[in-house]
């Protein structure tokens, strides 16, 4: 962890913006987060973590040269009273529209200062010339070392401390998320002690009550910053990354723990194509994927930063943006200026700055990344500490950390971090985040289906069919016939359904090959918009240019009769290659598109008479999708 955190998290509702209470519950929603009235959502904010060192000793019980155990027995309620006092304060100065201050996520670090305790040791641990060594021989350090965690005193500050700052945070309109104490060595292994770690820490966090019933907004990210995570045999493989964190998923939804859960990648959360291959999946579709950037990462930095690039090579390292939303948990710059530099993870010099942990511009760097988020859509943020986003040393009135009370509104002055410097992520998030708290951003995607259903519910028609599902594939038309060209293996493209398409009145789902090819192609069908989740999957007979595929009898590869009535996903998927299609279809007699709406015409659709999709009158308030007067309607 960063000495300097920034914590600031991209918020985009599309409701009014309004705090001093808890905001709407959020879950997954296909690539997305949904709110409780199904509005997509994006949130900004920032990260802390309860720790005198972190938070520059603005708070804690001093005792000579220092600050003490936060945990002494002589000082611990002293201490645990500061410290909620101080991060309601920082709540309370970061949710002020009036002020300026538009966040709404906030990242809770776990912090060990106070799950350590130096009387324990974890079986397996051993020390040699002064340094620390885990089970599987790996020299761990910092906050890395896990060696005197304390499980009992997890459940301990569960109760007295972390979720009073949760609470505190939803109190204010935020949403939380929780990361275990410390950070990942440098190399974690499949049922090694590190994953025995997490599903220690997860199993007390998820019980705790505070946290189940407040599932809708406390989510859950596994872990901080995986560089190199192997199989139990040692060798690194991409199957390494689902076989690991997908234990501690289970032993998170058997705890009845509902909320999301954002999983990371490796090399620093930098790294997620593993995860196409072998997905991890989870039984309440409720995941999405924690990542972390700074300026050098992704190809990007002062030096190169060019958006297409920056766009590209984002969405070729996390795939997963075009499946699940994404949360950048950790982000920070400013401008270099004359000084001491560092190394980053990835053994990379970074000049000085004004302090942050990423050199960057934002006219530069923070421009390509700025038209990341946007492109994108469905990427939320917190800065990597509260001192990337708020100027302490001028928040005022100061607060009495030993009796809080919130402040006379009339009389609080706050500024952005790094105020002045107009380069630095201080004032742009400032701005963005203001910017973001105003847009009511539409329910459709970035490839929106047609504002009136099409004949074809299947329909071969540019901004219908997306090409990006997963990867960036290409759809083009033809005369006559349509080409879907992969540009990865296992590349995805077809239809998303925002609304859930009923077809169970049809027995076949057809599909014409303009022409033959000899790759194979399947076909995968869903009646869930969890695109990691369970699915039906038909092989195509590729030298055939008809294909008829039996809705009848189908069966999900989990063996589970599909749910006609609830089809939120269709794609084709094949290895790198091109597919030419004439035309896909349902069908009654596998011949017949009999999902045309050519009845529907002029003198029916204007007569405000309510039709399915195939021209037949409904009476009453349907339930599903519906023509009336020529216009589409979806009813729950």
């Not at 920032?46 to 155990?69: A, H, L």
Request: with cysteine; glycine share 8%.
């Amino acid at each position: 962890m960063k000495k300097v955190l920034l914590s600031l998290f991209l918020a985009q509702f599309a409701f009014t913006f309004t705090f001093a209470q808890m905001a709407p519950g959020i879950h997954v929603d296909g690539n997305n987060l949904k709110d409780d009235a199904g509005n997509i959502v994006v949130l900004h904010g920032y990260m802390d973590t309860p720790s005198p060192y972190f938070n520059s000793n603005r708070w804690g019980v001093k005792e000579g040269w220092g600050y003490i155990d936060p945990n002494s027995s002589s000082n611990g309620a002293t201490n645990i009273r500061q410290c909620i006092s101080y991060f309601k304060s920082l709540f309370y100065a970061t949710t002020l529209p009036e002020k300026g201050t538009y966040c709404n996520i906030f990242r809770l670090h776990l912090d060990p200062c106070w799950t350590n305790n130096s009387s324990v040791s974890r079986t397996g641990f051993t020390q040699k010339d002064g340094k620390t060594y885990d089970p599987q021989g790996v020299e761990v350090s910092g906050e890395a070392d896990t060696h005197q965690f304390d499980k009992n005193r997890l459940t301990k500050y569960m109760r007295t401390l972390y979720t009073e700052i949760a609470k505190a945070a939803m109190g204010r309109g935020m949403h939380v998320i929780m990361r275990p104490p410390g950070v990942c060595p440098g190399d974690i292994y499949v049922d090694g002690d590190y994953q025995n770690y997490l599903l220690t820490v997860w199993d007390i966090v998820t019980k705790n009550d505070t946290v189940k019933k407040y599932y809708k907004h406390i989510s859950i990210e596994l872990a901080n910053e995986p560089v190199r995570i192997h199989a139990a045999n040692g060798q690194q493989t991409d199957q390494a990354l689902r076989d690991f964190f997908q234990p501690v998923i289970n032993k998170i939804r058997e705890n009845g723990f509902k909320g999301i859960i954002w999983v990371p990648g490796t090399g620093w959360q930098s790294s997620y194509a593993a995860y196409t291959k072998y997905p991890v999946k989870d039984p309440l579709h409720n995941l999405g994927f924690a990542v972390h950037d700074y300026s050098g990462w992704y190809g990007t930095s002062d030096n190169s930063y060019n958006t297409t690039n920056a766009i590209n090579n984002f969405g070729n390292q996390v795939p997963v943006v075009r499946t699940n939303p994404i949360v950048i948990t950790e982000v920070d710059w400013s401008p270099e200026k004359p000084g001491a530099g560092h190394y980053n993870e990835h053994r990379e010099w970074v000049p000085a700055n004004y302090g942050t942990w990423a050199t960057g511009s934002t006219s530069k760097w923070g421009k390509a990344y700025k038209a990341t988020l946007d492109y994108y859509q469905n990427i939320s943020m917190t800065l990597s500490g509260t001192d990337c986003y708020l100027d302490w040393s001028s928040y005022l009135p100061k607060p009495n950390l030993n009796r809080y009370t919130e402040p006379d509104i009339s009389r609080v002055t706050v500024k952005p971090a790094f105020t002045g410097v107009e380069e630095a992520c201080g004032e742009a998030c400032w701005k963005w985040y203001k910017e973001y708290a105003q847009v009511n951003y539409p329910s459709e995607e970035r490839y929106q289906p047609y504002q009136e259903i099409p004949q074809n519910p299947l329909a071969l028609e540019a901004n219908y069919v997306n090409p990006h599902l997963l990867y960036e594939n290409t759809f083009t038309k033809g005369n006559g016939y349509a080409i879907i060209e992969f540009k990865n293996d296992n590349g995805a493209v077809g239809w998303r359904f925002e609304e859930p398409l009923d077809v169970s009145a049809y027995k076949y789902l057809v599909v014409d090959l303009y022409r033959v090819t000899s790759r194979k192609i399947n076909l995968r069908i869903y009646d869930t918009h969890d695109f990691w989740g369970d699915y039906a999957e038909v092989t195509l007979d590729a030298s055939s240019s008809h294909n008829q595929i039996d809705l009848t009898t189908i069966k999900t590869v989990e063996g589970k009769d599909l749910d006609l009535t609830n089809i939120r996903l269709v794609y084709f998927t094949s290895v790198a290659s091109k597919m030419y299609l004439a035309k896909t279809f349902f069908s009654n007699d596998g011949e017949t598109d009999a999902t045309a709406i050519a009845t529907v015409s002029a003198d029916k659709s204007h007569d405000n008479n309510k039709y399915d999709i195939v021209g037949r009158i409904i009476n009453g308030t349907p339930k599903g999708f519906y023509i009336q007067n020529g216009k589409k309607f979806f009813n729950k």
